[in-house]
């Protein structure tokens, strides 16, 4: 596609239910990054993929979030048993090649609300 | 670690006025830095970078200088637009691929 898309843009949740998003890359990137954006916080990193590497996941905030990429492309962010302070916007990212200075182009984000 | 701290908001302009966005930062070795701009109900994008001390980064009328005697990065435009209204983010990679944001500044021009 023309950019990165992540769904669903919204996403209203009860405390202890499971949660999925989704982030769709630019074609042919190689490296995807998921970030979150708490209210009057900044971004934190969570998890990065690079091709066929391991992933980086040294920003995820617990053993609740986890993260896969299917096939090089696709990503699912996956939070179990959600918590009220996980209400947050997620954001995905990618780059061409995930090199230091490279541009990295952003979804629109997921709006997480726990209640 | 690496960290970025940039001023609180919102910054509160009427058109056409001088904008400055201040941002600091901590890192270890020569990072490169970063804004980057949310525009309402948008994604983030860059903004403008510079890779290293005494680069000028610029882009749309905005521009930052890379100082590294003050390890500063600030953001400034000479007449902002009710367009320019936005959260802005100051960034830095030092090392590695991922990078660390500061927590934005919400910039509000009126008419």
């Known amino acids: 596609g023309a950019g990165v898309s992540q769904s669903p843009s919204n996403k209203v949740t009860e405390k202890g239910k499971d949660v999925e998003l989704r982030c769709d890359p630019i074609s042919g990137h190689t490296a995807l990054y998921w970030y979150r954006q708490s209210l009057g916080q900044g971004l934190e990193f969570l998890i990065y993929f690079q091709g066929n590497s391991a992933p980086d996941k040294s920003g995820l905030p617990s053993d609740r979030f986890s993260a896969e990429r299917t096939g090089g492309s696709v990503s699912t962010l996956t939070i179990q048993r959600t918590q009220q302070e996980d209400s947050a916007v997620y954001l995905c990212?990618?780059?061409?090649?995930?090199?230091?200075?490279?541009?990295?182009?952003f979804g629109s984000g997921t709006q997480l609300s726990v209640l | 670690g690496d960290s970025v701290t940039q001023m609180e908001g919102p910054v509160t302009l009427s058109e056409e006025a001088f904008l400055t966005i201040n941002c600091t930062y901590t890192a270890t070795g020569y990072p490169s830095l970063f804004w980057y701009v949310q525009y309402p109900g948008e994604g983030l994008q860059l903004l403008l970078k510079a890779t290293k001390a005494d680069d000028k980064g610029s882009n749309k009328g905005f521009e930052a200088t890379y100082r590294k005697e003050t390890t500063s990065f600030h953001l400034e435009k000479g007449s902002v637009q009710v367009s320019d209204s936005a959260v802005y983010f100051c960034?830095?990679?030092?090392?590695?691929?991922?990078?660390?944001f500061g927590k934005g500044t919400m910039l509000l021009v009126s008419p």
């Open positions: 960034a830095l990679i030092s090392g590695y691929s991922t990078l660390t």
């Open positions: 990212a990618s780059s061409i090649q995930g090199q230091t200075n490279e541009k990295l182009f």
